[in-house]
T-cell receptor, first 115, second 112 residues
Framework: AQKVTQAQTEISVVEKEDVTLDCVYE???????LFWYKQPPSGELVFLIR??????QNEISGRYSWNFQKSTSSFNFTITASQVVDSAVYFC????????????FGKGTRLHILP | DVKVTQSSRYLVKRTGEKVFLECVQD?????MFWYRQDPGLGLRLIYF???????EKGDIPEGYSVSREKKERFSLILESASTNQTSMYLC???????????FGPGTRLTVL
């Protein structure tokens, strides 16, 4: 069975602090994709990143970075020097390949950045 | 630029009404998806379609049906709306099953 766990339901940090959102997944597939999406108050899910299971390199994009560790089945997301505009719900997701079109989403972490 | 649109941002309906939620994508994507999002439950897949006139049940299809008469349009139908279908409904699409899904802005449906 596939599962994505985001243990942090809600996090609040003060602006400019760094914050890490945790994501742990379960899958029996050897090939899979992991995703992070952002959902701002407007409601639309915004795609942030997709990572192939064969690529364990960490990725950095501006203030965002992702740490993928197969050994612990984790795909954590860090925001450096957080800003108020980062306030949103963040979803981690998993897609097993090649048999399945479906993406399994975690329940999301609501992030509040306080000014 | 990727574009998925949904016909309404907010919708209020009464119990027993037939409700249509429309989703349109202009990227010539093969696959389209309907999810509902509820607090504490995340996103759950209702139905998806991988081609015109094709549909597959997702994890929670009960009480819903779908229609895909044209490639760009995927409709979610609530035959007889009930209060437990009050939710945020999100449409998504991708070109192939291995591609990233892109989402529309969502429709917040309230059933009274």
């Amino acid at each position: 069975a596939q599962k994505v766990t985001q243990a942090q339901t809600e996090i609040s940090v003060v602006e400019k602090e760094d914050v890490t959102l945790d994501c742990v997944y379960e899958t029996r597939d050897t090939t899979y994709y992991l995703f992070w999406y952002k959902q701002p108050p407007s409601g639309e899910l915004v795609f942030l990143i997709r990572r192939n299971s064969f690529d364990e390199q960490n990725e950095i994009s501006g203030r965002y970075s992702w740490n993928f560790q197969k050994s612990t089945s984790s795909f954590n997301f860090t925001i450096t020097a957080s800003q108020v505009v980062d306030s949103a719900v963040y979803f981690c997701a998993l897609q097993g390949l090649p048999r399945d079109d479906k993406i399994i989403f975690g329940k999301g972490t609501r992030l509040h950045i306080l000014p | 630029d990727v574009k998925v649109t949904q016909s309404s941002r907010y919708l209020v309906k009464r119990t027993g009404e037939k409700v249509f939620l429309e989703c349109v994508q202009d990227m010539d994507h093969e696959n389209m998806f309907w999810y509902r999002q509820d607090p504490g439950l995340g996103l759950r897949l209702i139905y998806f379609s991988y081609d015109v006139k094709m549909k597959e049940k997702g994890d929670i299809p009960e009480g819903y049906s779908v229609s895909r008469e044209k490639k760009e349009r995927f409709s979610l139908i609530l035959e007889s709306a009930s209060t437990n279908q009050t939710s945020m409904y999100l449409c998504a699409s991708n070109l192939k099953s291995t591609d990233t899904q892109y989402f529309g802005p969502g429709t917040r449906l309230t059933v009274l």
